[in-house]
């Protein structure tokens, strides 16, 4: 713990202090000029790579020849030929026109080659079935034969023969699909069929041949299943994804934020908040328990096993969380209830400045146009590669041609560069935003007559920030971003820890990803701070940053038990809305997609995370109000004492002095 005299003398009044100062100066312009250089290296490199690359090449699939179908580049035009068939799990195929739907789901008889359809006796689809691209052209493709693909016209001698090989050769058989990002993915349905004619007796399941090549062979994708069915799932739902994932949690955090800025309200919304989002969890999992049930019992089976498998578990998995949620909130209530205050002072403020509520939209917008130009950038940059082809020897003396992208140093490390833009750039926007709340709230704070303060506060704090302190935000958020990279970089040190199966290089790292994510974690708490600093008395980040800590430092007591209590109705509030929005989407999903979606654990799953950081957005108004408030009083305090000249309501000082002094004593959590 810091000594007194290490903490600095206590603040003093301007003599002409009138609340924020108005008297300011550009900030740490070096770091404004560094931010400026970086976006436009990053965007001589988006250039560069928009005239050297080819977006086409990430979306559009890549036969075993290097063609690119449903485009002209590669050996051969593809253009009439968008959809890729799988061959081979080394993610070998041939350009197709349609991905096939087949009624009877497989044609054992019927395989696809790569030099086209090859069929024995008793196959019934023709090659308007699956039209696939003339390979003729190429004069090293491996041709079926009877003795290479179909030895004795029998089926399962198929399945092991050379040129099919368990899924590991040069032909496939004709099969059931559904289109997936111009891929041709194998329905369950037809996979089992399958199963059935080549692999009567299971002694070569398929699923298992897939699951051993994984672990034999890199370029097979683990968990074949799994993922195929997850993105399929994702690809189904992907409009109800981006309506109920984005549009319901920014229609209920905003409805939600309105009323919590209603001081009469306030208790009610929140006390509301925690049994509903109880509720809605235990109702879902009653829900899924009925269904299960209902599903178990179906005469004739309407759904699969391991659909009824998922929704048990899920109906398990939600009435556990929804028991911890109990147990969380039974040990939260009286921080709940202390943390109402913190927010009742901070919706004073908020009532008084309703543009504030819509500045998270903008931030949003914001970040995703830069999104969009950021995305179109990497994605150009990820075209730049090279193909390369690789010889699988699969059977003695039979070589398969696998084509792959291999990235030069160079990209790789302008990856690495872009990946930097992200970060720095996340964190700028969401620092101009905290510097902008608290250059607003205290205005409000430092007015004598607060009912003179409204939305025009938020406009010129807007003005102001982004003229004076793009440099302060843009200091701060370079330090996040050089911590979030090293974390980066620690997390791809450990994927190769496992590659190499080292426990020791495995455990080391793992312990420095917890020291790393401890100092993110402590640097944004004092860059939060030094904003508010920053804002009030217009001074760079390093001079903010200390004066913020030997601020608080030296009111520790109140402010840390304030802060820490004051989290309690943020959590509520993100909470109440994910839960929400999740237990919409999932009766949406159920309606509208029951009979197409293999599960809804994927988009549900995706839907919440989205609707949790949306919410954090809203919530974290409340929070940046808080900081700003308990920053402003305690500066307030110390540069005018108990006097009649502070600019704290005797509400407010009332409540700070004895919930601050009453949370140390208490621990804030009995």
Request: with cysteine; glycine share 8%.
């Amino acid at each position: 713990m810091a000594n007194d005299d290490d903490l600095g003398d206590k603040l003093s009044a301007p003599p002409d202090f009138n609340g924020p100062t108005s008297k300011r100066r550009m900030t740490d312009i070096l770091c404004t000029i560094l931010l400026w250089c970086m976006w436009i290296a990053m965007t001589g490199l988006g250039i560069y790579a928009m005239q050297e690359g080819d977006y086409r090449l990430i979306l559009y699939p890549l036969d075993y020849d290097g063609n690119l179908c449903g485009t002209s580049k590669g050996q051969v035009d593809m253009t009439d030929y968008p959809y890729l068939y799988y061959v081979n799990d080394f993610s070998g195929g041939v350009c197709v026109k349609e991905c096939p739907q087949l009624g009877d789901l497989t044609d054992p008889k019927t395989l696809v080659t790569y030099s086209g359809l090859y069929q024995v006796d008793g196959s019934y689809i023709t090659s308007d079935d699956i039209a696939i691209a003339d390979y003729s052209y190429n004069n090293d493709t491996l041709e079926c034969t009877d003795t290479l693909c179909y030895p004795n016209g029998d089926p399962e001698e198929s399945f092991t023969s050379y040129g099919v090989n368990m899924g590991k050769g040069f032909a496939y058989y004709a099969m059931d699909t559904y289109e997936l990002m111009w891929r041709c993915v194998f329905t369950d349905e037809a996979r089992d069929s399958l199963d059935a004619v080549v692999n009567p007796n299971n002694e070569n399941n398929l699923t298992s041949v897939i699951g051993a090549m994984a672990d034999q062979n890199e370029h097979v994708k683990e968990g074949y299943n799994l993922w195929s069915n997850l993105y399929g799932d994702l690809w189904v739902a992907r409009y109800f994804i981006l309506g109920l994932g984005f549009g319901a949690p920014l229609v209920i955090g905003f409805v939600y934020s309105i009323f919590l800025r209603i001081p009469l309200v306030l208790p009610f919304m929140v006390w509301f908040s925690v049994f509903a989002t109880i509720g809605i969890v235990f109702g879902g999992a009653y829900y899924a328990g009925e269904l299960a049930a209902e599903w178990e019992t179906a005469d004739p089976p309407m759904y699969t096993e391991d659909n009824i498998k998922i929704a048990q578990y899920g109906s398990y998995a939600m009435y556990a969380f929804g028991g911890l949620l109990v147990i969380v909130f039974l040990f939260m209530r009286k921080r709940i209830q202390l943390a109402m205050g913190c927010v009742k002072e901070a919706s004073k403020a908020i009532l008084r400045l309703p543009l504030i509520i819509l500045f998270p939209v903008i931030q949003a917008l914001g970040f995703a146009a830069f999104m969009i130009v950021w995305t179109v950038y990497c994605a150009y940059l990820a075209s730049m590669g090279e193909f390369k082809t690789e010889q699988i020897d699969t059977v003695p003396g039979l070589f398969i041609s696998v084509r792959y992208f291999e990235f030069s140093d160079f990209i790789k490390q302008c990856g690495w560069f872009m990946l930097f833009c992200f970060f720095w750039s996340g964190q700028f926007i969401i620092a101009m935003g905290e510097i902008i709340f608290a250059m607003s709230i205290s205005k409000w704070y430092f007015a004598r007559d607060k009912k003179e303060i409204g939305s025009s506060a938020v406009l010129s704090s807007i003005v102001t920030s982004i003229w004076y302190h793009t440099g302060t935000a843009a200091f701060g958020s370079l330090i996040i971003a050089i911590i979030q990279m090293i974390r980066t970089f620690i997390a791809y040190l450990q994927k190769k820890a496992d590659e190499m199966d080292s426990s020791l290089a495995k455990a080391i790292l793992c312990c420095l990803q917890c020291v790393v994510l401890c100092f993110e974690k402590i640097f944004k708490f004092l860059n939060k701070n030094a904003y508010i600093q920053t804002a009030i008395f217009g001074s760079s980040f390093c001079k903010s940053a200390k004066e913020a800590y030997c601020l608080i430092m030296r009111n520790a007591a109140r402010i840390i038990a304030i802060t820490y209590v004051s989290g309690g109705v943020v959590f509520v509030g993100k909470m109440f809305i994910t839960t929400l929005t999740t237990g919409a989407a999932y009766f949406v999903l159920d309606h509208e997609l029951r009979d197409e979606l293999y599960s809804n654990i994927g988009p549900l799953f995706f839907i919440a995370l989205s609707a949790w950081f949306i919410s954090g957005m809203f919530m974290g108004v409340f929070d940046m109000g808080i900081a700003t408030i308990l920053q402003c009083f305690v500066a307030d305090e110390e540069m005018y004492g108990d006097s009649q000249s502070m600019y704290a309501e005797g509400s407010l000082k009332n409540w700070v002095e004895d919930h601050g002094k009453s949370s140390e004593k208490r621990g804030c959590m009995d």
